[in-house]
């Protein structure tokens, strides 16, 4: 019998010496893991929440679970040997019990750490999602506007040029602008977030930075058009003015001085020679460009009548 046990702690003793080897050669490996993780801390120590910083931290923990995970299987087995060969008692039993639970709660803090570093990155992904979201509600928005500047345009195409549709359209190019700027204010809110989170070369970064370079080219053409409509009405209004025009009026400066002259003319009851008539609406290719000039002719009309 003396013999039997013997032999049976022989065998134990071998076994704590392979199981040691081997718990040794994995706490190297979790050394490696751990240098590892330092170097990704230091690494993005200035944007340690970035979705680059997160990401790179998720697959340094994901590495260091797998290797504890090993541990406390190999320390699982050792203490199965242990508790075979030595009693539960046994001191060496009782150290490897305590070397389990200690690696357990280790692996617990590991797999807490992860999860908190997953949800984190879910987070900075939901905040770039927001922007698209508001990004997308401001250009429905934008959509709505440019229907209404086409109707404006479709609504006013035989007197484009009158005070009211030119009022028309600047109210809806004004509408447009503030639309636009406030798309490309979002827009650059995003591209420092994903510049931030991805880094300055990331695809998604280089995108939001052609998108926005886009917007900020059809801001600058919405603004020269709301220029160019805002000097078309000041003289539109200018002339409704000169003219007696209604708002809804062309500028009679549009018109040739013949066809001027005539409807004038015709305006004041006065029917022209038949000769005289011709020769006036000759003068069509010339335009009739300022009050006084209608004030002259209106004076030769008289004098034909």
Sequence with gaps: MAGSADIGVKIGLDGEREFRQAIEQINNGLKVNAAAMALVTAKYADNSDSIEGLTAKGKALDAQIEAQN????????ALANATTNFKETDNRTLKWQQSLKLAE???IGLQRELQKNTESIKNAEINIGQYEAAIEKINSGLKLTASELALV???FSDNSQSVKALSEKGKA???????QSQKIEQMRQ????????????????????????????????????????????KKAQSDMEKYGL???????????IGTTINDLAGK??????????MAISALDNTKASTAAL????AMLITGMA
Excluded: C, H, Y
């Design 246 to 256: 209604r708002e809804d009026e062309v500028a009679k400066q549009t018109k040739g």
């Design 153 to 155: 345009t479709a609504k």
């Design 70 to 77: 090993q541990k406390i299987a190999k320390l699982q087995e």
């Design 268 to 277: 004041l009851g006065i029917n022209l020679p038949s000769g005289a008539e």
């Design 173 to 179: 190019l004004e509408s447009q602008i503030t639309g």
């Design 294 to 297: 209608v004030g002259v002719m």
């Design 105 to 107: 709660a280790e692996l």
């Design 190 to 233: 995003a591209l420092e977030k994903t510049s931030a989170s991805f880094g300055e070369t990331d695809s998604r970064t280089n995108e939001w930075k052609r998108s926005l370079n886009i917007a900020e080219a059809e801001l600058i053409e919405m603004k020269k058009e709301l220029e160019n409509n805002s000097q078309a009405l």
